[in-house]
């Protein structure tokens, strides 16, 4: 097989397990995707709809809409460009930028806060960019600097955004996204405060402290700001460089990424929101570094139980700890017919944490069929049901399971994923994820969210 052919076949993969786990959560852009019913593209009319409002986002809330995108294949190649050519084109500010930015957040005299500080930026990224700096007692710095006025910016594009759901619910209302539209105006107007990202970067921290295969980096407090977040260095390659080496390389790589993901989740309540692969660097012994910590999102307890009941609903084929956990998760009038469409669903997201041996994710699968044919029942069954509307703690929640899923097809890891879940959920209790959650909180300075 070719080098050609061989990232063709992966590009698929991927393809399959993003286009069925996006388009049965109703993700935001699902419509100019495949519609779930037959799989066919949209028309060209409503591709241009898409791409004429997608094409004016700017800001995090580009990001939920390319993160679909940066997967070959799932949106129709007009949408899909338009996306991905803003993401790519998007040039740091110059030195003058930088200077008054800078003289902002710290004052005229902010170069000598620091021994050395490169203008030019490192990475440039939705709110802002990265630039590198060393502190006056030698500490390699990464210095994140927001943008000017991003509170408009982001205010206008979530209006785009929900624009956006729109259009999708006239594609096909069968999943009404209303309350995603809600979900992610929450969330990103969160990703403006610097100082709240710091917190969760603290709180991060402490959660992962026992696991020395992942490295946080911390907030640097007196060069920081609610508009400029001065951290630690971490140094690592990009994720995607490790895609040839050794099987046994990518599979520290991948437990790390699995581990980094589930255990805030599974005793703590909290999932990092972001799947950008250029959220992770892999450290020269092939653990990893977690970045960016402006989309995070905390579930209440009972969710999370919700969770780990439904897989061991889907485990032991009770429908009726299964409707449990769906209302649980937020789902209303749970139905004997709905739990019986929604494992369907659950039952392919699940799959790779069920199934107790040696596997790749998407089990090696190469043709789109299954999985499509899977979501298309699933859809039909939804239409007949009359629809369903998907609580808003689904949104992030099932975008960052693409995401890390993703990243382990591209990985191409083998390994006992049923073991690694089990580990993580080994000793779960609602109560003592209560109490970890509110002293973890506490100690790192986030606020405890309101209830839902």
């Not at 019913?37 to 949209?42: E, H, I, L, S, Y």
């Not at 390319?66 to 740091?92: D, M």
């Not at 700890?321 to 998760?329: D, E, I």
Request: glycine share 8%.
């Amino acid at each position: 097989m070719s080098k050609r052919d061989d990232e063709d076949g992966l590009g698929r993969r991927i393809s399959r397990f993003a286009r069925v786990s996006a388009g049965l959560s109703g993700v935001a852009v699902r419509g100019a995707g495949r519609a779930l019913a037959g799989g066919k593209t949209v028309s060209a009319a409503n591709a241009a709809d898409l791409t004429a409002v997608l094409g004016q986002l700017r800001g995090p809330v580009m990001k939920v809409a390319q993160f679909v995108a940066t997967v070959p294949g799932i949106l129709p190649a007009e949408v899909a460009r338009s996306l991905l050519s803003l993401q790519a084109n998007a040039p740091p500010m110059g030195s003058g930028f930088v200077r008054r930015r800078m003289a902002a957040e710290l004052g005229q005299d902010w170069e000598r806060k620091f021994r050395s500080f490169e203008k030019e930026a490192a990475h440039a990224a939705s709110l802002g960019q990265v630039h590198r700096a060393v502190a006056r007692d030698g500490s390699k710095l990464a210095c994140k600097l927001q943008y000017p006025n991003m509170g408009a910016a982001v205010e206008a594009d979530i209006r785009q955004f929900k624009a956006a759901l729109m259009l999708q619910r006239n594609f096909d209302g069968t999943i009404d996204t209303r309350e995603f539209g809600r979900e992610i105006e929450a969330r990103l107007s969160e990703e403006l405060d610097y100082e709240r990202e710091a917190a969760h970067m603290r709180l991060y921290g402490q959660m992962l402290c026992d696991r020395p295969e992942i490295s946080v980096p911390a907030p640097f407090v007196p060069l920081s700001s609610k508009r400029l977040l001065t951290m630690s260095w971490l140094e690592g390659r990009p994720v995607l460089e490790f895609e040839t080496t050794a099987l046994a390389t990518r599979n520290a790589i991948a437990t790390a990424l699995f581990k980094a993901w589930w255990r805030p989740f599974a005793r703590y309540g909290v999932i990092h929101g972001d799947p950008h692969l250029g959220n992770y660097t892999v450290r020269p012994d092939h653990g990893i570094n977690l970045l960016d910590y402006g989309c995070v999102r905390t579930f209440a307890p009972d969710f999370v139980a919700g969770v780990v009941a439904l897989y061991h609903a889907l485990k032991r084929k009770d429908d009726a700890l299964a409707a449990k956990a769906y209302k649980a998760w937020g789902f209303a009038k749970v139905t004997p017919e709905l739990v019986r469409v929604l494992n369907l669903w659950a039952g392919f997201i699940f799959e790779p944490l069920l199934d107790d041996r040696v596997r790749v994710v998407d089990n090696g699968v190469s043709a789109a069929e299954y999985g499509l044919k899977q979501a298309n029942e699933v859809h039909a069954r939804l239409k007949a049901l009359g629809g369903i509307r998907p609580p808003r703690q689904f949104v992030f929640m099932d975008r960052a399971a693409i995401g890390l899923g993703g990243a382990l097809i591209r990985l191409r890891a083998e390994l006992n994923f049923h073991r690694l879940f089990e580990e993580e959920i080994a000793d779960f209790d609602q109560a003592l994820l209560a109490q970890r959650q509110a002293n973890a909180f506490s100690a790192a300075g986030v606020p405890l969210p309101e209830a839902e």
